[in-house]
C-alpha cells in the first residue's frame, strides 16, 4: 500500500446496499482506506405493481418523468422491460435526474435525460425546473420510505403530480457481527451513509448511548443534502458531505476531509 495515500489507516464503515457499493468501496480502496462493508438497507419490489403498471400504460400522457434515485430508475425500467415494453416511450416525456448518478443510471435504460440537477436534492429539482413543471402532469417513481418534501414543492409550483412506489426500502436479513462491534466500540475512521434510511437503521442498532459514542471517534459522512439533513434531524454532527453526489464525488470529500485534519494537526 503506497504510504502517502490520503486514507492510508483509516478504518471506514459503508452502509451502502451491496448491489450498490462496489463502486464506492473501490474508490476508497484506491485512496488507502480499509473498507469495512456493512449493508444496513436492502430493497425489494413493491407489495403491489399495479400503479406502476397504470402509469406504464398511459406513460404518453405525462409530460416528465423525475427520477430521483438509480433505484428508481432501475425498478422502474426492470418493471417496463418485465412487461414486454421496448425501452423508449411511446411519445417520450421528458426526464430529469436528482444528480449524475442518477442521469447515468437513466442512460443506461436507455433513457435520454433532459436535465440533471445542478443542486443534488428533490428540492432542487424542483426549483430549477420550477417553469417547465407548472402545469404538466408529473410521474414520481420513488421509495416507499421517500418523504413528502418533493411532491409538495411540485403541487406547490402547479404541477400535477402521480406518485407511485417502485421499490421498497428494507432493513438487511443479516449483519456482520465483528463490524457492529467495531461500531460499538468506536473503533473506525469514518461511517459513509448513502439514505436516511442507512442513518435510522444504525441508530437503530446502536441506541442513543451507542451513538453518541461513535459520533465521538468516528466522522459522519452523507453523499447528498437529503442523506445530511435526516442526520443532522436525529441530532448527529455531519464533518463530510460531498459536493457531487457519486460514488467519486463521496470518496474525494472523505479524503480531503482527512487531508485537512492532517495538516491541521501538523500545523498544531
Wanted: hydrophobic letters at 45%.
Amino acid at each position: 500500500m503506497t504510504p502517502n495515500l490520503p486514507l492510508v489507516g483509516k478504518r471506514i464503515v459503508v452502509t451502502r446496499a451491496a448491489e450498490q457499493a462496489p463502486e464506492l468501496v473501490r474508490a476508497l480502496e484506491s485512496l488507502g482506506a480499509q473498507v469495512l462493508l456493512l449493508p444496513l438497507v436492502t430493497f425489494t419490489p413493491p407489495e403491489d405493481w399495479r400503479p406502476v403498471d397504470s402509469a406504464l400504460e398511459r406513460i404518453a400522457t405525462f409530460d416528465w418523468v423525475l427520477f430521483t434515485s438509480q433505484n428508481a430508475v432501475r425498478f422502474f425500467a426492470g418493471r417496463a422491460a418485465q412487461l414486454h415494453r421496448e425501452k423508449g416511450w411511446p411519445r417520450p416525456p421528458k426526464i430529469a435526474a436528482v444528480g449524475p448518478a442518477t442521469a447515468s443510471a437513466a442512460e443506461r435504460e436507455g433513457f435520454q435525460v433532459d436535465h440533471t440537477a445542478q443542486e443534488h436534492s428533490g428540492e432542487g429539482l424542483s426549483r430549477e425546473l420550477s417553469a417547465s413543471l407548472a402545469g404538466r402532469s408529473v410521474l414520481l417513481p420513488r421509495s416507499d420510505r421517500a418523504d413528502s418534501r418533493l411532491p409538495d414543492a411540485l403541487l406547490k409550483i402547479g404541477a400535477q403530480v402521480t406518485e407511485v412506489i417502485a421499490y421498497r426500502t428494507a432493513p438487511p436479513n443479516s449483519l456482520d457481527s465483528k463490524i457492529v462491534s467495531a461500531l460499538a466500540a468506536g473503533s473506525v475512521d469514518a461511517i459513509v451513509f448513502a439514505s436516511p434510511s442507512a442513518f435510522h437503521n444504525v441508530a437503530g442498532l446502536l441506541g442513543a448511548g451507542g451513538m453518541k459514542k461513535l459520533s465521538e471517534s468516528a466522522q459522519f459522512a452523507a453523499i447528498g443534502p437529503t442523506t445530511a439533513s435526516a442526520i443532522r434531524a436525529g441530532g448527529a454532527h455531519v464533518e463530510i458531505e460531498a459536493e457531487e453526489s457519486s460514488a467519486a464525488g463521496l470518496a474525494d470529500a472523505i479524503a480531503k476531509h482527512f487531508q485537512q485534519r492532517s495538516e491541521t494537526a501538523r500545523r498544531a
